[in-house]
């Protein structure tokens, strides 16, 4: 019966790692001289981004072209047509061969993407009055860059991009509500291909210039086996608590999540020892699974990197990047703090005790046997918070850093175990080129993810901005929460089907400025941060929105359980980040505008954390002992208490400077809550000691 158990996971850890090779960029596995082709151009593609920060001085443009030209030749050799041959014909889903087709197709889209580089001189004369080559190549360029992000992240985004490229010709014939001036084909071509307003814009330009370094240093750490020692460090920290194996993996994910930008390769890395852990001290299938999911996809909250969208959020606002983290950090922690809140409810509501000592790591011994990861992240966190370099050279000295300490992993251990140096040299040599590799195919997703969603801010540039504030304001009949219901609701839904960034960036063109225009035509402020953290949020809780979330089949696929019910289940744990946006729309504080204090920033983050602890209790019907039913209105006004100081201290009249007396309303409902549940804690959970 065992081994059966065993096969059975190994199945679902292998079905996981199949999702998260999709999601990295591994399509094909081609054999022969073929197999070198991919990984060749992807570790050049590196290599061109790692001359940039230092070495190469080209014209910003140049960059994003060049940037976009490898993705585009990598998507088409790297995936299929077609995933399964349809009517027998297989020539178009081949997996172990690249066809001739798709070679020629990966060079033609290439020159599209750098036709803009080798003509520029001529295209900056002829802007606005494109010739007849310029237009046909303008095109072809927006053909093969939806085809392949059909390829690499589905239909969703493709279809969306579509539908705005119709309406920007379609305008001037659509209902009164929604109808516009339109645009000519001369217009339309100059806007997407010959500007830097369309598919070359700001997401581009962050993905080339910044991401794919953070990316590439991920990937670098996740292949000289940083993953493994986080969750190796988690579990010796906190095994032995109540629930121990779900708070490593939250831990083990927030510490994955500050370099990468993939829930389901946060779940692979962490997921294979936590669930089956959890499933261990008694988490059942479904539950085990959920947590790995949200603490996975919370990984993207966590501040310095927060997948790719912090860079970008910096350019759309026009703030220094350090600004974004300062104004995510609390949200983020408040957040991870309760999700280990709930493991914590979860591990009372079921019995379950931590691991015993002897079958977790030693703790000192685990910390020093990896202490060299920890030393490229301090550089990179010293170098965007202390001395405040620009992100892609904070990111260019931590990879630096990492290579030393990929070259001189494998002779050291070689060393210590009297074994010879050469081979182990050789082998870290490969070790990091295929790092180099895997950090190419990693950005094939985010480079066409922000390539494509740039032709949807190039149609709202063209003159929808305005019109857009104006539907949203008809649909929300004026009212503030009906507008920012409206906007959650469609970033889940287009979410569903895009990767992260893809939504934010969406969500950020139509979505954030008409949040702030609509606000202000009804006397209400919101600064363009809070607006654009909202469309943030809303976009990483897509990923576990059932029924699409991929993040909850990997965790499934591991922990044996229903997909559907694992990523309802994550969804419930989610909850807590959901009301986050919400408040910290009516409530800036939480954002940190405007607080320059660090007493009074630590004040609001505990304050924050008590809230959402309380809100984990309402969802979860479980404080210290099983809730009444009168008691969730309690939790939800402790919530709304600790969240809304301003509020409270409107109604009873106390000045806003003296908001912050109000916490102490809601910490005494908080601690009577206790005090009423307190006769009621289960028999065996006063025997146990808890963390």
């Given amino acids: 019966m065992s081994n059966i158990r065993i096969d059975k996971i190994e199945d679902g850890v292998e079905q996981a790692k199949r999702l ?31 001359s940039l920060p230092k070495w190469l001085l080209i014209d910003s443009t140049y960059i994003r072209a060049i940037h976009l030209a490898f993705a585009l030749a990598l998507v088409y050799l790297n995936y299929p047509l077609l995933k399964k041959p349809v009517f027998g014909v297989k020539y178009f889903s081949r997996h172990r061969r690249i066809p001739i087709l798709d070679m020629l197709l990966a060079a033609f889209a290439a020159y599209c993407a750098l036709y803009l580089v080798i003509n520029y001189d001529e295209l900056v004369v002829r802007y606005g009055s494109p010739s007849v080559m310029d237009t046909v190549v303008g095109l072809a360029l927006v053909g093969v860059l ?19 490229i119709i309406y920007a010709f379609a305008g001037p014939y659509m209902p009164d509500l929604i109808a516009f001036k339109g645009t000519s084909m001369n217009r339309f071509v100059g806007q997407m291909t010959m500007s830097t307003e369309g598919i070359y814009g700001i997401p581009l330009d962050v993905s080339a210039t910044i991401v794919f370094l953070f990316v590439l240093f991920g990937a670098m750490l ?113 957040s991870y703090a309760a999700l280990f809140y709930i493991s914590h409810i979860e591990a009372s509501k ?23 990861y920890l030393i490229p992240l301090a550089m990179l966190l010293y170098e965007l918070i202390v001395v405040r370099h620009s992100p892609e050279l904070a990111a260019f000295n931590a990879i630096m850093v990492m290579f030393v300490i990929m070259l001189l992993q494998e002779p050291v251990i070689a060393y210590r175990n009297k074994q010879p140096m050469l081979p182990a ?25 922000t390539a494509a969603a740039g032709i949807i801010v190039g149609v709202v540039a063209l003159g929808l901005g ?4 104006e539907i949203i304001d008809v649909l929300s009949m004026g009212n503030v929460v009906l507008m920012l219901v409206i906007t959650a609701i469609a970033s889940l839904i287009i979410g569903m089907g895009l990767p992260t960034t893809a939504t934010y960036i969406v969500m950020a063109s139509l979505t954030a400025p008409a949040i702030v225009n609509v606000g202000a035509m009804q006397g209400f402020i919101v600064p363009l941060m809070a607006a654009h953290l909202f469309c943030f949020y809303f976009g990483i809780l897509a990923d576990d929105t059932p029924p699409v979330g991929l993040a909850a089949y990997a965790a499934a696929a591991i922990a044996k359980s229903p997909p559907i019910s694992t990523g309802l289940q994550g969804f419930m744990y989610d909850i807590r980040t959901a009301i986050l946006p919400f408040m910290f729309i009516f409530n800036t504080d939480l954002i940190l505008h405007n607080v320059y204090s660090w007493t009074q920033g630590i004040l609001i983050f505990v304050m924050t954390c008590l809230g959402n602890f309380a809100f984990a209790s309402a969802t979860q019907g479980w404080f210290i002992a099983r809730n009444k ?63």
Wanted: charged share 15%.
């Fill in 146 to 164: 939806l085809e392949a992000a059909r390829r690499t992240i589905g239909p969703a985004l493709p279809i969306i991009a579509t539908g705005f």
């Fill in 629 to 691: 039913v009168w008691e969730i209105p309690l939790f939800l006004c402790v919530t709304f208490i600790l969240m809304r100081p301003d509020q409270i201290a409107s109604w009873i009249g106390l000045a806003q400077d003296q908001r912050y007396w109000t916490y102490l309303i809601g910490v005494g409902l908080f601690i009577a809550i206790y005090l009423m549940q307190r006769p009621r804690i289960p028999k065996t959970e006063q025997d146990t000691v808890t963390a």
């Fill in 20 to 50: 998260a090779e999709e999601e990295e960029g591994i399509g094909r596995k081609p054999q022969g001289w073929q197999k070198y082709l991919i990984p060749t151009i992807a570790i050049a593609w590196s290599l061109f981004q790692l």
């Fill in 222 to 334: 996740d292949k000289a086996g940083a993953g493994h020692y986080f969750i190796q460090l988690s579990l010796s920290l906190l095994g032995r608590f109540k629930g121990g194996p779900a708070k490593a993996a939250i831990m083990g994910s927030g510490l994955t999540g500050l370099v990468s930008g993939s829930s389901i390769a946060n779940i692979v890395t962490t997921g294979t020892f936590t669930i089956p852990m959890m499933k261990r001290v008694g988490y059942p299938s479904t539950k085990a699974a959920a947590i790995e999911v949200a603490a996975s996809t919370d990984g993207q909250l966590a501040p310095p990197i927060m997948g790719a969208a912090a860079f970008i959020i910096a350019e759309y606002v026009n703030v220094p990047y350090i600004e974004v983290v300062k104004a995510a950090a609390i949200p983020a922690f408040a």
């Fill in 466 to 469: 305005n019109l857009i504030s």
């Fill in 350 to 372: 079921l019995g379950i005790r931590g691991m015993s000592k002897s079958e977790l790591p030693l703790f000192f011994k685990t910390l020093m046997s990896g202490v060299h």
């Fill in 425 to 449: 040299l050789g082998k870290s040599i490969i070790n990091i080129l295929e790092a180099l590799a895997s950090g190419g195919r990693n950005m094939v997703a985010v480079a066409l993810a």
